[in-house]
């Protein structure tokens, strides 16, 4: 019986990799060890996945010691796409209030945006 589960042992570490705790994920498990980091299996995939995704690797080391690497430009352009989003939905949500202001009052929505702007 010692020999089979000594076997079976083998094939589910076929590395024989360290057992411990995950860097990423803190749960117990075989850990693999990546760029000076002892990862499970299913967090090695999640790191590489988004290191494919970073320009350098300086980047993606100083990401996963919680250094966040932030382009201004790049920042700044999302920063941007947020604050359109945002008016966007404001203005959507203005719209559908002036649309059932309208309704309710049988008005044109023209007459209740002058209204409220005081014409």
């Known amino acids: 019986m010692k ?3 000594s076997i079976r ?3 589910d570490n076929p590395l024989g990799n360290a057992q411990g705790k995950c860097d990423a994920c803190s749960k117990p ?3 693999i060890t990546y760029r000076e ?6 967090c090695l995939g999640w790191w590489k996945f988004y ?7 300086i ?3 100083e990401y996963l010691r919680g250094i966040r690497y932030v382009d201004p430009e790049t920042d700044a352009k999302k920063q941007a796409k947020l ?3 945002r008016a966007i939905v404001k203005l959507r949500k203005e719209g559908k209030i002036i649309t059932k202001i309208a309704t309710e009052c049988k008005v044109s929505r023209t007459t209740v ?7």
């Open 113 to 119: 945006q002058n209204v409220l702007r005081g014409k």
């Open 29 to 31: 498990a075989d850990l």
């Open 59 to 61: 980047e993606f080391e």
């Open 9 to 11: 042992q083998a094939q």
């Open 51 to 57: 290191e494919k995704h970073f320009e350098r690797t």
């Open 83 to 85: 604050d359109r989003d």
């Open 37 to 42: 980091h002892k990862v499970c299996g299913s």
């Open 3 to 5: 020999k089979d589960r």
